[in-house]
């Protein structure tokens, strides 16, 4: 059956790799499986069709066969308990690198996600300048937290893993900021994700869609 993935049509990150659906052609691509994209413009993804598919109007979808998945981490947790390649094959092992999973996207993103808030989306409202560096405070709290943890090791847990992947995807949305540089292990960290072939090929795909000429040009 063939695996379909939504993306934006036109990504507002411009193919930098920031879009959530990049992490899931990394996860794919991890994986040694093929698929297929169907691009979808900020006006389709409001349309009837594509809330069956997510119920928020967002991106990514996953859809085989019979079964439509929503929400990036659902989706890795899928391809990685089917296919080799993101989980290990012990069983305690595996459990922890779902808590990466669960620590990336529910501990370390929403403050990540909360600066882009007050830079781009707030930028004009009179609380900016307060709320900034309290923001930037949080962030710098659990990137403390996490090189401690991480420590001189290349993964979060033994080999690579889904955890990684997510927690590496993650991190990169620092990096117009300037603070993962504040933290040079975390740096390396991500710096030893982009240099996987998996990566390197799924910001290639995402990169080419954002290159290629608009549709309406």
Do not use: C
Not at 62 to 85: K, Q, R, S
Not at 158 to 167: N, T, W
Not at 194 to 205: G, S, V
């Amino acid at each position: 059956m063939t695996i379909t993935i939504t993306a934006f049509e036109r990504s507002p990150d411009g193919g930098k790799g920031l879009a959530r659906d990049t992490r899931v052609r990394w996860a794919l691509e991890e994986a040694g499986l093929p698929y297929a994209v169907r691009l979808v413009s900020f006006h389709a993804m409001k349309e009837a069709a594509h809330l069956a598919l997510h119920p928020f109007g967002q991106i990514p979808t996953y859809e085989e066969g019979d079964l439509a998945l929503f929400e990036t981490g659902a989706i890795v947790m899928h391809i990685a308990e089917h296919h080799p390649g993101l989980f290990p094959a012990d069983a305690n092992a595996r459990a922890r690198a779902i808590t990466w999973m669960f620590a990336a996207l529910n501990t370390v993103e929403p403050p990540i996600l909360e600066l882009i808030i007050v830079r781009f989306v707030e930028g004009d409202k009179p609380w900016k300048d307060e709320r900034l560096p309290l923001v930037q405070d949080r962030i710098r709290t659990r990137l403390t937290q996490l090189a401690a943890r991480l420590g001189d090791a290349d993964w979060l847990d033994g080999g690579f893993s889904a955890g990684d992947l997510l927690m590496v995807s993650v991190l990169l949305r620092l990096r117009p900021s300037g603070l993962l540089n504040e933290f040079p292990r975390l740096a390396a960290y991500v710096a030893r994700g982009e240099a996987r072939p998996a990566y390197q090929r799924a910001f290639a795909a995402q990169l080419a869609v954002n290159a290629a000429p608009s549709p309406a040009g």
